[in-house]
């Protein structure tokens, strides 16, 4: 119990070692790739992802694209998406917007 003089404050950081980044290897050029669209469900984020794919198509001849929206902005990717989205396309974009 806290007294009437006394503040509690929490931190919502979340302090868990999620290990060294490391940077995927690049395709030399998008032309034959499936890009993928990884939206976390902000607001205009899957419009924002769409449209750079559309940018893309400008740029490259890709085969396709394959979208995901993981549903909620609150939480990170469920590992099982991110591994389906893996088989899927060869390379991945992730936006956030509003």
């Given at each position: 119990?806290?007294?009437?003089?006394?503040?509690?404050?929490?931190?919502?950081?979340?302090?868990?070692?999620?290990?060294?980044?490391?940077?995927?290897?690049?395709?030399t050029?998008?032309?034959?790739?499936?890009?993928?669209?990884?939206?976390?469900?902000?607001?205009?984020?899957e419009?924002?992802?769409?449209?750079?794919?559309?940018?893309?198509?400008?740029?490259?001849?890709?085969?396709?694209?394959?979208?995901?929206n993981?549903?909620?902005?609150?939480?990170?990717?469920?590992?099982?998406?991110?591994?389906?989205?893996?088989?899927?396309?060869?390379?991945?974009?992730?936006?956030?917007?509003?």
């Open positions: 119990m806290t007294s009437p003089d006394k503040i509690v404050t929490l931190d919502p950081r979340d302090e868990s070692d999620s290990g060294k980044a490391v940077v995927s290897a690049r395709p050029t998008l032309d034959g790739k499936v890009i993928g669209l990884f939206s976390n469900n902000k607001p205009y984020s419009e924002l992802l769409r449209m750079i794919a559309d940018l893309i198509k400008e740029r490259y001849d890709i085969k396709g694209v394959v979208e995901h993981k549903g909620g902005h609150q939480w990170p990717a469920r590992p099982e998406d991110l591994a389906a989205l893996a088989q899927q396309c060869d390379v991945a974009i992730h936006a956030t917007a509003e």
